[in-house]
């Protein structure tokens, strides 16, 4: 069955980086593209950006432009979010999910940034 | 960006009732391929989303078949034909036409 694990919760410092794993099973992982949505407390879904697993195209929202990386690893079946610059308002769960019909999500990361 | 209006925000239902829930979008959303790209999703408390519905009205896999999805080019509908207990939770249609994917800003179900 297809499955997305993603790592374990994070806290950082304003102005620190932080990077979220989101690891594949059940399916071929070069054939769907990986799309990350984050949702702040409270609040609804917002898409960040998306990787073609196959070949590591990617598009990103303009909010996050210049700030979010998403790559691949294929031999581990393992997509990456990073984010950087990080302020209080980047506090929210991250979601990994499959192909831009999410049919498929992640169990989601918890990202605090506090001083 | 295509900005996806829900209504309402909150919705108290009663067991065994019918509910239903709105979603427009500021832009049609027939891709030139023809087809419509809009999803509903289902997130209950603590949990990650589920899709319900893609491509306005195809039930996912072990969705009841007390959910359907209906509309087209701009102005959409959820509907439960019976609220069951494990229907509380927020709701949410997204649309996948036009980048970037964008989402509605949800519909609180809960009993009354």
Known sequence: QVQFVQSGAEVKKPGASV?????????TFTSYGIHW??????????????I??????????????G???ITRDTSASTAYMELSSLRSEDTAVYYCGRSASLDYWGQ???????? | D??????????????????????????????SDGNTYLNWFQQRPGQ???????????????????????????DF??????????DVGVYYCMQGTHWPLTFGGGTKVEFK
């Not at chain 1, 990077?19 to 399916?27: L, Q, T």
């Not at chain 1, 949505?37 to 998306?50: C, D, F, N, T, Y």
């Not at chain 2, 209006?5 to 049609?28: D, E, H, M, Y």
Request: glycine share 10%; hydrophobic share 30%; proline share 5%.
């Open chain 1, 19 to 27: 990077k979220v794993s989101c690891k594949a099973s059940g399916y």
């Open chain 1, 37 to 50: 949505v984050r949702q702040a407390p409270g609040q609804s879904l917002e898409w960040m950006g998306w």
């Open chain 1, 52 to 65: 073609n697993a196959g070949n590591g195209n990617t598009k990103y929202s303009q909010k996050f432009q």
């Open chain 1, 67 to 69: 700030r979010v990386s």
């Open chain 1, 108 to 115: 989601g990361t918890q990202v605090t940034v506090s001083s």
């Open chain 2, 2 to 31: 295509v900005v996806m209006a829900q209504s309402p925000l909150s919705l108290p239902v009663t067991l065994g009732q019918p509910a239903s829930i709105s979603c427009n979008s500021s832009q049609s959303l027939v891709h």
């Open chain 2, 48 to 74: 990650s989303p589920r899709r319900l519905i893609y491509k306005v009205s195809n039930r996912d896999s072990g969705v009841p078949d007390r959910f359907s999805g209906s509309g087209s080019g701009t």
């Open chain 2, 77 to 86: 509908t959820l509907r439960i034909s019976r609220v069951e207990a494990e």
